[in-house]
């Protein structure tokens, strides 16, 4: 069985274990105040090419993005999503277990515009009675989205403008932001990325690292007592030089931008793949992240050997998943994809 269902099937990068390897009866500071974890955080401010960044190296996704967020937003304030967000659909709740209401808005892509974002802000202003609702507070958007489309940097730059003006801080989840800046469609560089929100993170779990999150502020509100939210969120790790390792690894030569440069390649061999033999996408993705519409007869055939992670039922006879690359997918992989692709379609 090839898996092709999501981006951390696999462990981690070879560097990266040698790296552990390496360091391993290595005695240091712990909570990541050790030497890895500082030439790490310098590592990104140089990328993002502003020394003023507060960077800290989290456990995962879920705890990231509760962190933040609980940084952010006062008791009786929510945070704007698309209803795809994953904070929205794929974290248990977690933010509103937390107390924070998430205001969720439609999205036929996977992204929410300036627009969206002005409307939910004035719908609760203009309402008379807006002391009895929950207070926009924030924006949380993530780069590529669930459905593998991205923000454009005029889009960004609307959003940031929107926010300013309505009071709301801008929180860009980046689990695969590296897939998404590598990516032929985008045209945002980091140092643009870090300039246009309050908060963002350089995602490690699903881009080759064995697990971790590299969260960057700008905004002077959300560095104030951050380490104490980690602690509180169950996102600080006590042997945290295990996060510096393993960013020093994959950041120290570009290998974190190459790998991600591959992975969106293989992806894009895919989806012309699919295309050409008559399967349109559900979304315009040029990241990782791929989603076929195939007939469900095709479907079954191609199960039989390979893994998908099922997205929606277009109609009664066609169904669409997600086809996702990572850092480690191999190039035969994707060759025989597309040849048993031929065979169930007739090519």
């Known amino acids: 069985m090839i898996r092709f269902e999501c981006d951390y099937a696999e462990g981690a990068h070879e560097r990266i274990l040698r790296r552990l390897?390496?360091?391993?009866?290595?005695?240091?500071?712990?909570?990541?105040?050790?030497?890895?974890?500082?030439?790490?955080?310098?590592?990104?401010?140089?990328?993002?090419?502003?020394d003023s960044l507060d960077v800290h190296f989290l456990v995962g996704g879920t705890q990231t993005n509760a962190a933040v967020i609980t940084a952010a937003l006062r008791p009786h304030q929510g945070v704007i999503a698309a209803v795809s967000g994953h904070i929205n659909c794929h974290?248990?709740?977690?933010?509103?277990?937390?107390?924070?209401?998430v205001l969720a808005v439609p999205s036929a892509d996977g992204k929410l515009t300036a627009l969206d974002i002005r409307r939910v802000y004035r719908a609760h202003w203009e309402d008379s009675t807006h002391e009895h609702m929950v207070q926009p507070g924030m924006v949380y958007i993530s780069q590529p989205t669930e459905n593998g489309t991205?923000?454009?940097?005029?889009?960004?730059?609307?959003?940031?403008?929107?926010?300013?003006?309505?009071?709301?801080?801008?929180?860009?989840?980046?689990?695969?932001?590296?897939?998404?800046?590598?990516?032929?469609g985008c045209d945002v560089t980091l140092p643009e990325l870090a300039r246009l929100c309050d908060a963002f993170y350089l995602g490690g779990t699903k881009q080759?690292?064995?697990?971790?999150?590299?969260?960057?502020?700008?905004?002077?509100?959300?560095?104030?007592?951050?380490?104490?939210i980690m602690k509180r969120q169950g996102a600080m790790l006590a042997k945290g030089r295990?996060?510096?390792?393993?960013?020093?690894?994959?950041?120290?030569?570009?290998?974190?931008?190459?790998?991600a440069k591959r992975a969106?390649?293989?992806?894009?061999?895919?989806?012309r793949a699919f295309e050409d033999r008559g399967c349109p996408m559900l979304f315009d993705s040029y990241t990782n992240q791929q989603y076929p519409i195939l007939p469900d007869e095709v479907l079954e055939k191609l199960e039989e050997d390979f893994a998908f992670a099922f997205w929606s039922k277009v109609d009664g006879d066609h169904t669409a998943v997600r086809v996702?690359?990572?850092?480690?997918?191999?190039e035969r992989a994707v060759k025989e994809l597309i040849r048993a692709l031929d065979r169930c379609t007739g090519d």
């Open 242 to 259: 295990l996060l510096g390792v393993q960013y020093c690894a994959m950041l120290e030569d570009g290998l974190y931008f190459d790998l």
């Open 150 to 184: 991205l923000y454009s940097r005029r889009e960004l730059e609307e959003i940031w403008r929107t926010c300013g003006d309505c009071g709301l801080l801008l929180f860009v989840d980046g689990a695969r932001l590296g897939y998404g800046l590598m990516s032929e």
């Open 324 to 330: 996702c690359t990572s850092w480690a997918t191999e």
């Open 208 to 228: 080759g690292l064995l697990f971790g999150e590299a969260v960057v502020l700008s905004n002077p509100v959300l560095k104030r007592d951050f380490r104490y």
């Open 21 to 50: 390897f390496e360091t391993n009866l290595e005695q240091t500071p712990g909570y990541g105040e050790d030497h890895y974890c500082d030439q790490a955080r310098a590592y990104i401010r140089d990328l993002c090419r502003d």
């Open 264 to 271: 969106d390649r293989l992806a894009m061999e895919i989806r």
């Open 91 to 101: 974290e248990t709740g977690a933010v509103e277990a937390g107390g924070h209401k």
